[in-house]
């Protein structure tokens, strides 16, 4: 039986929309080279390019960018979902920016529409690295994000809202999350007359037990014969968990 893994990307193979480190590259390039491996991101393509060498892009089996919204193969996009936001949630993010009651550090780039989802950032995507991590704090402290997205699941019910990495809440319609992407890799390596799996499959991600966008995957995967999670804190521990599942 066969391992095949499926990672989420920020916080879990790098730091927090930083480039993977110098030490985990290193392991990485030699266990990428003798797994099947797929990734799965909140981010679009662009930016896991900007985080992860694009010589273990390229020996992925594929991408998964926008919590599964859309599939690419290399550099050639298979599939995609789209998604108009409402303009009344639209005004209502706006809102939020424009609001002296939140978080009070307004960086830019607070909604950005990636076309399958929309991810908006009260500090915003243009925030340095300490303003990201004074954020982060904030927001453990007083639950800034998860009560914007309870708000935004209950004022339009159609759509689903989840924290993304540190900073930020990705919106989708509902069911358009990472759980998507697991037919989709069975498709790659499982006969549809088959009545169980043949192999064992792997997610690892830093927003399981959060209830963040890394949940849905680990969710579903939960009552599967043959699936299995693991909730990472940082890199580090991604490296203890593959170290130890190592045959």
């Known amino acids: 039986m066969d391992k095949i893994y499926i990672f989420d990307v920020d916080g879990t193979l790098t730091p927090s929309r930083q480039r993977m480190t110098e030490e985990f590259a290193k392991f990485f390039d030699e266990w990428s080279s003798k797994n099947k491996f797929y990734l799965v991101t909140g981010s679009d393509l662009d930016k896991t390019k900007e985080q992860v060498p694009i010589a273990y892009i390229d020996r992925a089996e594929a991408i998964f960018t926008c919590c599964g919204n859309e599939m690419w193969l290399g550099d050639k996009q298979v599939l995609t979902k789209q998604f108009k936001p409402p303009q009344d949630l639209l005004d209502y993010l706006q809102k939020l920016i424009d609001s002296e009651f939140n978080y009070p550090v307004k960086t830019g780039n607070h909604i950005e529409d990636r076309g399958s989802l929309l991810n908006f950032s009260i500090v915003g995507r243009d925030c340095s690295l300490i303003q990201r991590l004074d954020y982060y704090r904030y927001d453990k402290q007083l639950d800034e994000r998860k009560d914007i997205a309870d708000y ?13 990495g540190q900073i930020s809440i990705d919106i989708y319609p509902k069911g358009n ?25 792997i997610f690892i991600g830093d927003g399981i037990e959060n209830g963040g966008n890394d949940y849905p995957l680990a969710h579903l995967m939960d009552n599967m014969k043959n699936c299995d999670w693991y909730d990472t804190k940082d890199w580090k521990q991604t490296k203890e968990i593959l170290e130890k599942l190592i045959d």
């Open 152 to 164: 935004i699941m209950k004022k339009w019910p159609e759509l689903d809202a989840v924290l993304g």
């Open 177 to 201: 999350d990472k759980s998507q992407v697991l037919e989709r890799v069975f498709n790659f390596h499982e006969f549809p007359d088959e009545g169980e799996l043949t192999n064992e499959y």
